[in-house]
C-alpha cells in the first residue's frame, strides 16, 4: 500500500475514510507485529535496566 493511498486527506484517494483509517491501523499493526517478531528470540534474561531501551 502507498503512502498516497494512506493518507487521510480528503480527495487523495477513492477509499472511503473509514476503510484508510482500517488500512492504516492494519498497516501499523503489521508493523508492530514485524517488530516484536524480531524481539520474540533474544534473551530477555540477560536485560537489566542500565541496558533495556526504554528506561532512560
Not at 493518507?7 to 514485524?34: D, N, W, Y
Request: proline share 2%; glycine share 8%.
Amino acid at each position: 500500500m502507498t503512502v498516497e493511498q494512506l493518507s487521510l486527506q480528503a480527495g487523495v484517494t477513492c477509499i472511503p475514510f473509514k476503510m484508510q483509517t482500517l488500512r492504516l491501523l492494519e498497516a501499523v499493526h503489521a508493523a508492530i507485529r514485524e517488530i516484536y517478531d524480531g524481539l520474540d528470540g533474544l534473551d530477555t534474561a540477560a536485560l537489566d535496566r542500565d541496558n533495556e531501551i526504554g528506561w532512560k
